[in-house]
T-cell receptor
Framework: AQKVTQAQTEISVVEKEDVTLDCVYETRDTTYYLFWYKQPPSGELVFLIRRNSFDEQNEISGRYSWNFQKSTSSFNFTITASQVVDSAVYFCALRGLDKLIFGTGTLLAVQP | DVKVTQSSRYLVKRTGEKVFLECVQDMDHENMFWYRQDPGLGLRLIYFSYDVKMKEKGDIPEGYSVSREKKERFSLILESASTNQTSMYLC????????????FGEGSRLTVL
């Protein structure tokens, strides 16, 4: 069975702080894909990143970075120097051979 | 700019009413999906469609049906709305293939009284 766990329900930080959103997954598939989506207050989920199971290279995109570690089944997301515009719900998702499943999301509130 | 458009952002309906939620995408995507989002439960798949006139049940199809008569349009139907169907409904689309990312609409918040 597949499972995605986002243990942090809500995180509150002050602007310019760094913050890491955790994502732990379970799957028996050897080939799978991991995703992060952002849902701002407007409601529309926006795709941030995709990683396949054979590519453990970390990725950086501006203030965003992702750390994929198969040894711990984790795909964590770090925002450096957070801004108010980063306030949103962030979802981690896993797609194996069967279907795509989402975690329950982490609400990030960045205070000015 | 690519887009998934959901016809209604907010709806209020009465128990027993028939409800139609419409979704249109302009990206010529084969696959379309309906999710519902509830606090603490994340996104749960209701129905999806791989192509025109095709439909597959997701994880929570009970109480819902769908229609896909045209490639760009995927409708979710609540035959007889109930209060436990009060939720945020999200439509999404993507190209075929296991690794394609989803493109989402802004959601339809349905309240059933």
């Amino acid at each position: 069975a597949q499972k995605v766990t986002q243990a942090q329900t809500e995180i509150s930080v002050v602007e310019k702080e760094d913050v890491t959103l955790d994502c732990v997954y379970e799957t028996r598939d050897t080939t799978y894909y991991l995703f992060w989506y952002k849902q701002p207050p407007s409601g529309e989920l926006v795709f941030l990143i995709r990683r396949n199971s054979f590519d453990e290279q970390n990725e950086i995109s501006g203030r965003y970075s992702w750390n994929f570690q198969k040894s711990t089944s984790s795909f964590n997301f770090t925002i450096t120097a957070s801004q108010v515009v980063d306030s949103a719900v962030y979802f981690c998702a896993l797609r194996g051979l069967d279907k795509l499943i989402f975690g329950t999301g982490t609400l990030l509130a960045v205070q000015p | 700019d690519v887009k998934v458009t959901q016809s209604s952002r907010y709806l209020v309906k009465r128990t027993g009413e028939k409800v139609f939620l419409e979704c249109v995408q302009d990206m010529d995507h084969e696959n379309m999906f309906w999710y519902r989002q509830d606090p603490g439960l994340g996104l749960r798949l209701i129905y999806f469609s791989y192509d025109v006139k095709m439909k597959e049940k997701g994880d929570i199809p009970e109480g819902y049906s769908v229609s896909r008569e045209k490639k760009e349009r995927f409708s979710l139907i609540l035959e007889s709305a109930s209060t436990n169907q009060t939720s945020m409904y999200l439509c999404a689309s993507r190209v075929s293939g296991v690794n394609g990312e989803l493109f989402f609409g802004e959601g339809s918040r349905l309240t059933v009284l």
